[in-house]
C-alpha cells in the first residue's frame, strides 16, 4: 500500500523559492572584486536569479548543458548557483587554482557552453581561449564600468550586469525530475586528470538538510555565517544551500582571504559561523594575536579539507571561546560525510579528553553510513585501535565519476575513499593517514597525522608535515618538516625529545628538517607527493639512522 504523501521533487530552485517566501529581508552581503562592499536580500537574489535564468536561455543554454564559473564567494557567484541549476542546467564550479593543463582539460571534457569569470581571473580566460578546440561564450562578472578589454580575440565578453538588465525577472522554476544533474565538480587531481562528480537536485537537497542539522554544522536562521571555503569547491561545503533554508545571514568574503581581511569582516557584520581550512585559520588567529584581540560574535568554525592540529582547537576554544567543528568529506560526498559535535558524556570529560575527541573528524551525519575494512575486505572492529580502510554509502555519495561510468566508483555498493582510519565505540572515525601517505616502517603502519598533531602543540611550531622516506632497512621511516614561527630558534633535539611519552617509541621520527613552507594544492591541502620527491634519498645509507625499532 502506497502512503497518502504529495509528491513533490526535492528541488535546489525550491531552496531559493523557500529563502523569498520566508527569509525575504534576510541579509546576503558581499566583499566584490571591484573592492566595494555588495548588500542586499534575499529577495533580491531570487528575483536576480530570475532574471539570469532568462538570460542563460536567451544565450541558447538549454537542459542539461554545463554552465562554467570561474568566481570566488560573492552574490552573483550564488546568483548562478539557483540560475543555471534551477533552470535544468548544469553548473559547473571550476577552481581557478588548478594548473591551466588541467583547467583547459577541465572545461574541454564538461563541454562547458559558456563561462562566467570575476575580473582577476581575465588571465586565466585567456589562457583558456587560446587551448579550447571550439570557440565558447565568457560573460565577465561585474558592470558596464568594470569590463575589461581582452588582449586575445579569441575572447569573446559579455557583462553579466548587462545581462541582468535585458531581462524580465517573470520566470518560473520548471517541475524538474529531482534525479536531474544539477551541478559539476571535479576533484583536485593530484594524480592524473581530475574526475568529475556530478551531483543531482535529490542529492543535493538531502545534503543541505543533514549539513544543517544541529549534530552537524548546526546552523539556523539565528546565525550570520561567512563560507571561507571557496564556493568553486564542492559548493562552499554546502553552505550557500543552507543559508537558503534555514534563513541565515550570508556574508561572502570574494578573494580576500588574508587573516586582517577576515577578521576585519567577521568583527564587522557580526559572524556567527565560519568554515575553512586549516591553513586559512592560522592566518586569521596569528592576526587576532598580534592584536591582542579576540572574537566579539564568532562562536564555531568547521574546520576541514585537511585535519585540524589540536593546538588550533585549543587556541580557537580556550583563547576566543569558539567552538570547532572538526568536518571530514569529500568532492565524491557532496561534501560532508563526519562531523566531530560532542555526545552529552564527552561533554562532562576532562580538557584534554575532550581535545583528544576532537582531533577526530566526528561521526556521520544521517544518511551517511561507513565501515573500515582489512586488504581483504573483512569488516575491522569499532574499538578505537584497528586501523583499515574507510568505505562510505549514502544517498549524496557518487557511484561513478562523470562521463567515465564503466570505471566503477564502488565497491560492493560501498565508496572507497582511499582514506585509512579508525572508529571508537561511540563511533568517531579518525582519519589516520591516505592510503598513498601511510608510513609502511618494517611491516608496521604509521600515521603521519597523529606525528603532525604531536609536532603542532610545541608552542614554537608554526606548521608540520610528516611524510614517510625510504630507508635502507625498515623500507620508511618518518621525516619531519617543519615551519617554525617568527623568531624561533627552535631545535632538531628539542623537538625530538617533545614527542618522548607522547606516541610509541618506534613511531618517533628519525628526523627532522625546518623548512620556510610547503607546497599546496587547488584546495589548500599540502602535496605529500612533491615532499617524498624532494626529500626521498634523505636516508640513504650514508645518512640512515638508527630506529628504535632497533
Request: aromatic share 8%; hydrophobic share 40%.
Amino acid at each position: 500500500m502506497k502512503g497518502l504523501m504529495m509528491e513533490q521533487p526535492l528541488l535546489v530552485a525550491s531552496l531559493l523559492m523557500h529563502a523569498e517566501r520566508h527569509h525575504a529581508d534576510q541579509e546576503v552581503v558581499s566583499r566584490r572584486v571591484e573592492g566595494d562592499l555588495h548588500r542586499y536580500r534575499f529577495a533580491d537574489l531570487a528575483k536576480r536569479a530570475r532574471r539570469m535564468a532568462n538570460a542563460l536561455e536567451g544565450l541558447g543554454i538549454r537542459p542539461g548543458d554545463r554552465v562554467g564559473t570561474l568566481a570566488w564567494n560573492g552574490y552573483r557567484h550564488m546568483e548562478l548557483y539557483f540560475a543555471a541549476s534551477g533552470s535544468g542546467a548544469v553548473l559547473h564550479t571550476i577552481n581557478p587554482r588548478l594548473h591551466i593543463d588541467q583547467l583547459a582539460y577541465i572545461v574541454e571534457h564538461a563541454d562547458d557552453q559558456v563561462v562566467f569569470f570575476d575580473l582577476g581571473f581575465l588571465p586565466i580566460i585567456e589562457a583558456l581561449a587560446a587551448r579550447m578546440t571550439k570557440p565558447r561564450l565568457f560573460v565577465a562578472m561585474c558592470d558596464p564600468s568594470h569590463m575589461p578589454a581582452s588582449v586575445d580575440s579569441k575572447v569573446s565578453m559579455l557583462c553579466y550586469e548587462d545581462l541582468i538588465e535585458a531581462h524580465v525577472d517573470d520566470y518560473v522554476w520548471p517541475p524538474l525530475d529531482e534525479n536531474t544533474a544539477s551541478s559539476l565538480c571535479y576533484t583536485s587531481g593530484t594524480t592524473g586528470n581530475p574526475k568529475g562528480v556530478l551531483y543531482s537536485h535529490r542529492s543535493t537537497v538531502l545534503h543541505t538538510y543533514a549539513a544543517a542539522l544541529p549534530d552537524a554544522l548546526n546552523c539556523s536562521a539565528r546565525d550570520t555565517i561567512l563560507p571561507v571555503v571557496p564556493m568553486f569547491h564542492v559548493n562552499a561545503w554546502g553552505l550557500p544551500y543552507i543559508a537558503c533554508m534555514v534563513g541565515a545571514k550570508l556574508v561572502f568574503p570574494g578573494p580576500a582571504l588574508d587573516g586582517k581581511s577576515l577578521y576585519e569582516l567577521i568583527e564587522s557584520e557580526q559572524v556567527t559561523m565560519s568554515a575553512g581550512v586549516p591553513t586559512v585559520w592560522q592566518g586569521l588567529l596569528s592576526h587576532a594575536a598580534e592584536l591582542g584581540r579576540t572574537f566579539s560574535s564568532m562562536r564555531r568554525t568547521v574546520i576541514g579539507g585537511a585535519p585540524c592540529p589540536t593546538a588550533m582547537t585549543v587556541q580557537f576554544q580556550d583563547r576566543h571561546q569558539v567552538e570547532v567543528l572538526h568536518a571530514w568529506g569529500m568532492t565524491e560526498l557532496s561534501p560532508v560525510g563526519t562531523v566531530c559535535s560532542l555526545k552529552h558524556h564527552q561533554l562532562s570529560m576532562s580538557a584534554d579528553a575532550r581535545h583528544a575527541i576532537q582531533a577526530k573528524q566526528g561521526r556521520v551525519v544521517f544518511g551517511i553510513d561507513m565501515k573500515i575494512v582489512d586488504a581483504e575486505g573483512a569488516e575491522l572492529p569499532w574499538d578505537g585501535a584497528a586501523v583499515g580502510n574507510l568505505l562510505v554509502r549514502g544517498p549524496w555519495v557518487s557511484r561513478s565519476y562523470y562521463r567515465d561510468e564503466t570505471t566503477a566508483a564502488l565497491e560492493d555498493g560501498w565508496f572507497a575513499t582511499g582514506d585509512v582510519a579508525r572508529i571508537d565505540r561511540d563511533g568517531f572515525m579518525q582519519i589516520t593517514d591516505r592510503s598513498k601517505d601511510v608510513i609502511k616502517s618494517g611491516g608496521e603502519w604509521i600515521s603521519s597525522i597523529d606525528i603532525e598533531n604531536v609536532a603542532c602543540l610545541h608552542a614554537e611550531v608554526a606548521s608540520a608535515v610528516c611524510i614517510g622516506t625510504q630507508h635502507p632497512k625498515w623500507d620508511e621511516r618518518p621525516l619531519l618538516l617543519i615551519v617554525r614561527k617568527p623568531g624561533s630558534s627552535l631545535a632538531k633535539e628539542d623537538i625530538l625529545a617533545f614527542f618522548d611519552g607522547k606516541l610509541a617509541k618506534w613511531w618517533k621520527p628519525d628526523d627532522v628538517v625546518f623548512v620556510d613552507g610547503f607546497p599546496l594544492g587547488a584546495t589548500g591541502k599540502v602535496l605529500k607527493n612533491q615532499l617524498r620527491e624532494q626529500f626521498h634519498c634523505h636516508y640513504a645509507p650514508s645518512t640512515a639512522h638508527t630506529s628504535p625499532q632497533d
